[in-house]
């Protein structure tokens, strides 16, 4: 496989994707990659068997039929910008960021950036390898409505 310079990389439990997700997906795709060029792709990733998470309603496959079929339908200006992953969706058992990082990497040799949402940021210790995962992405945090990310940025 040809590397990307700078990925740009969403997850989550997409039970289902929504509106709020397409919006981010949307503004991520238009402000990072097509008028700044700071990634070069935007991955989808739906978690297979999340462990943080309860256990999503619908199947794993159902959700990355969702996902895909969401994605398909944003306009093709923004859709051409985004490659959805069933990396997770592959996984048997639980499915930690730090193991699709590392698989990720196997496969291509970029820079990653993990988006994660400000109601996520208080967890990120708790997260499986942690301080390893820091080591080998960016993170970019954005703000939910609802949660602060003020007490972290001290």
Known sequence: MTAINNFAVFGGTFDPIHRGHLHLISTIVEKTIINAR??????????GEPWMREVPVASKEDRLEMVELAISELPHEIS???????????????????????????????????????????????????????????????????????????
């Open 38 to 47: 700071t990634f070069d792709e935007l991955l989808v990733i739906p978690s």
């Open 80 to 154: 051409e910008h985004i490659r959805v992953s069933d990396i997770e969706i592959a996984r048997t058992g639980p499915t930690y960021a730090i193991d699709t990082v590392l698989d990720l990497q196997a496969d291509l040799d970029a820079k990653w950036t993990m988006i994660i949402g400000s109601d996520v940021l208080a967890s990120l210790p708790k997260w499986r390898s942690f301080d390893e995962l820091a080591r080998l992405v960016d993170f970019l945090v954005v703000k939910r409505p609802g949660s602060t990310i003020e007490r972290f940025l001290k």
